[in-house]
């Protein structure tokens, strides 16, 4: 027997969809920064994003990780958030009061602060709402593997783009996003099942551009045929945790087939580890089983792989030589090592010897 289903799980992070015209998170957030200092749209911020983004720095250093003077787009919303929530805010009984120059750079009831959030979101769908996918066909390799393996892989994505689900429309190969005939989510349509042609199950941990929500009836969520102005998106760690569907339930399926004993590759693509919740699983998986592997796909680090495969080692409290690292992009990867002759020889098996 040689690779089957439940040997493979792949993980896509903001850099899995970069080669196919989609800016990456350090881009968006050099890109917000040119624009508080000279869009007109987004001026009026220039204090209060320099606020926020001390903040967070200021609390990494805290933990003594000074190396990141960063503050990405998802931390700015996540913050942003819950600042919005103003005294609704769960911790606010406990704090003495505001800090008195969020205050000054905030606006009469934080009025700086909710339009911040709504310009950021606005900017990051269109971003994410490229007008062609030509350039994600590299994605149709899944379809190629799955054809390989002789059965359906799940993929879990961080992302909100659509480029996987676009670049293989249409070819005839069959993805599953969750949603039934009616275009309303579905968690049981995720079931193996043996009859079906599914060939992906594809999950997006934080939503997509082309979900809306009826917040107002039923609040069941709906998929579209195009991307949408006000999509449904989570950002931040409470939002991971949301009770509604689907978010909790793709958290209990990745932590189900992350947990499978048959699992031998978590395939981690343009995934940078900067979500602990999302960490924690892998870990958990890594610890539960001592024949899995993580491969981690990111582009060259200027000779720092050595230092990237310790640093993640150490923050899955795993031996480094079970880390896998190439140094590619996610184009290269898929277009040049993804069949089942590399994942066998990484394993060491032949295509009939068991994994």
């Not at 992070?13 to 350090?26: E, L, P, R």
């Not at 004993?261 to 981690?268: D, H, M, Y």
């Amino acid at each position: 027997m040689g690779l089957r289903e439940d040997s493979l799980l792949f993980l896509l992070g903001a850099g899995a969809s970069v080669d196919a015209g989609i800016k990456h998170a350090k881009a968006m957030t050099l890109d917000i920064e040119e624009k508080v200092r000279s869009d007109s749209d987004f001026k009026e911020f220039y204090e209060l994003y320099n606020y926020l983004k001390s903040s967070i720095i200021y609390q990494r250093g805290l933990e003594g990780a000074f190396e990141d003077q960063t503050a990405t787009i998802e931390e700015l919303l996540d913050v942003l958030s819950e600042i919005n929530q103003k005294h609704q805010n769960k911790l606010y009984p406990f704090i003495g009061g505001w800090n008195i120059h969020l205050l000054k750079v905030a606006g009469e009831e934080f009025e700086k602060v909710t339009k911040l959030d709504k310009q950021i979101r606005s900017q990051l769908f269109q971003w994410i709402n490229i007008s062609n996918y030509d350039k994600a066909e590299y994605f149709c390799r899944f379809r190629d593997l799955v054809s390989e393996v002789g059965s359906a892989i799940r993929v879990f994505t961080l992302n909100y783009d659509i480029c996987v689900e676009k670049a293989l429309a249409g070819t005839g190969f069959s993805v599953e996003l969750g949603f039934n005939d009616n275009r309303k989510w579905e968690a049981s349509k995720f079931d193996a099942n043996e009859n079906t042609d599914v060939g992906l199950y594809l999950y997006k941990l934080h939503g997509s551009i082309d979900w809306i929500r009826d917040t107002v009836n039923d609040g069941v969520l709906t998929l579209c045929d195009n991307p949408q102005p006000n999509p449904e998106l989570i950002f931040g760690t409470a939002a991971k945790l949301s009770s509604i569907d689907p978010y909790l339930f793709y958290v209990h399926e990745l932590r189900k087939y992350s947990l499978n004993e048959a699992l031998r590759f978590i395939v981690v693509v343009g995934y940078s580890f900067s979500d602990d919740y999302i960490n924690g699983l892998i870990a958990q998986a890594a610890t539960r089983s001592e024949y899995l592997k993580i491969l981690v796909v990111v582009p060259p680090s200027n000779g720092k792989q050595d230092l990237e495969r310790t640093r993640i080692a150490e923050m899955l409290n795993v031996e480094k030589d079970r880390i896998i690292y190439e140094n590619l992009t996610a184009k290269e990867f898929f277009e040049e090592k993804m069949d089942l002759a590399y994942f066998s020889e990484l394993s060491g098996a032949s295509d009939d010897d068991p994994f």
